[in-house]
């Protein structure tokens, strides 16, 4: 398995107290796979990540407990100049906003060059030379005239391959992915989503996509991990969630993407407020909102249980997943 984090713990200690943002999230993702992370704002999927890469703010974050193993290796055990070049070689990361991830006073070239006369030692020459083949490799138009323009010349699409012909320069065999299309129209959506996949085959690399958005992972995704306050409470291959959810917060989250089919029909939408992380409800978290909630909801934490008589892998962190699945 190329990245296997294992169950991970991180809080931040804010005003109100402690905030419990990863509670015991455990996924695993392989050389050529795309693993979608979704769940609602501020279920912990940014802060997974970011805990992953090595970005977490500390202070106010604390990993508490976990294990991040990237090729079998705990990263969180290693020394930190060893961890940071096992994530430089290794790993790189792709944001919402391309504008405040790239540098506005350095043209693209110059951007995309420095890659690699930082990192590979190659003269400015050749590194521009790699600059222009990979603007070309995202597909940028008139690439040798373009890298030498600035970041704010470029549409929001255009910008946003700049940052993946940033994250793919080095060939990292992990690339986490946090919202890379929310910020687009939906057709410019499509085609950045399209060349992630693309690359993704072509490198073989392991893909973590984060999203609030289902409708947009079903084509690029293999697994789906749903997370709901700092915990994974479903994952399955894709296909098989579509079909038939195991957890009641799946359903909801598949039953509110709008349908073109079903025009007219008033959208779903799953009733109340995610959790305040300082004070998360006792039993399934879920339990609040969850329109199949029983008594011992409240009290039992529900494991992740196996899902039995799937083809593939699934869990299900429902005590009822047999009647979600079968209703
Ligand atoms: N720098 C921080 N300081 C304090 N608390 C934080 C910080 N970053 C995250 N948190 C806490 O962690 C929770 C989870 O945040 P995270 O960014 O992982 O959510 P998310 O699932 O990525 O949501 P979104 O879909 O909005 O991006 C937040 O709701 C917040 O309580
Ligand atoms: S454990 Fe209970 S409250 Fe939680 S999702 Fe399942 S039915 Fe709903
Ligand atoms: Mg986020």
Redesign the pocket.
Known sequence: MLLEVRDLHVE?R?RDGV?K??NGVSYAVDAGETLAVL??????????AQTIMGIL?VP??RITSGEILFDGRDLLKLKEDERRRVRGAGMAMIFQDALSSLNPVLTVGEQLGEMFTVHRGMSRKDARAKAVELMDRVRIPAARERVRQYPHQFSGGMRQRIMIAMAIALEPRLIIA??PTTALDVTVQAQVMDLLAELRREYRMGLIL?T?DLGVVADVADRIAV?YA?RIVETAPVHDIYKAPAHPYTRGLLESIPRLDQKGRELYAIKGLPPN?TRIPSGCAFHPRCPMAQDVCRTDVPPLYEVTGADAERGSACHFWRECLNG
């Open positions: 931040f804010t905030a943002a990863v769940g609602e704002s501020g279920s912990g999927k940014s802060v997974t703010d106010p974050g946090d919202e984060i609030h997370m700092g992380l």
